[in-house]
């Protein structure tokens, strides 16, 4: 984002930011310290982990989120489109939406991947292939090993 909407981070590679909280002055949220200032991994894992735990908690055991739901799958509590209604529908949207989600976790892998062999974020690595798309491409780095 630094490099082509002017935003200024403090970290501007993506696969990098996660670890200004490992620095002195800890990580803040959109570069402001007045807004959360993470200065602890541990405290905010913890945090993370209970406030979520309790959401879902809540949600499982018959909130006004959860009322007649199998626990596993969300759903029902907000649906303005009313895309629930029909019980075949709904489970046809319950597998489309886990196998998008898997989609997602494969496609950020392969960003990472492409993070760790070639340093770059994905938009750098876009805009080097789109310039020379015979050199830059998966084949000059398969060879590097």
């Given amino acids: 984002l630094s490099s082509y909407a ?5 970290e501007p590679v993506w696969f990098k930011a996660g670890a200004q909280i490992f620095g002195d ?8 310290p007045s807004l959360v200032h993470a200065q ?12 979520m735990g309790l959401v879902e908690g809540y949600r499982v055991n018959g909130g006004p989120a959860g009322e007649g739901l ?8 907000f649906d303005p489109l009313g895309l629930a209604d029909d019980p075949d ?12 989600g ?4 494969f496609s950020c892998f392969g960003f990472f991947v492409q993070a760790i062999v070639t340093g770059k974020g994905p ?19 398969a060879t590097k090993f």
Avoid at 70 to 77: F, K, M, R, T, W
């Fill in 40 to 51: 602890n991994i541990v405290a905010t894992l913890a945090c993370q982990v209970i406030l």
């Fill in 123 to 141: 938009i750098a690595n876009l805009t080097d292939h789109l310039a020379d798309p015979a050199t830059n491409n998966s084949f000059m780095y």
């Fill in 25 to 32: 002055g800890g990580l803040n949220y959109l570069g402001n």
């Fill in 6 to 10: 002017g935003v200024s981070f403090g």
């Fill in 102 to 105: 898997r989609l997602a976790m």
């Fill in 70 to 77: 199998d626990s596993l799958y969300p759903g029902e509590a």
């Fill in 89 to 100: 529908t709904f489970a046809e949207l319950k597998v489309k939406e886990l196998k998008n």
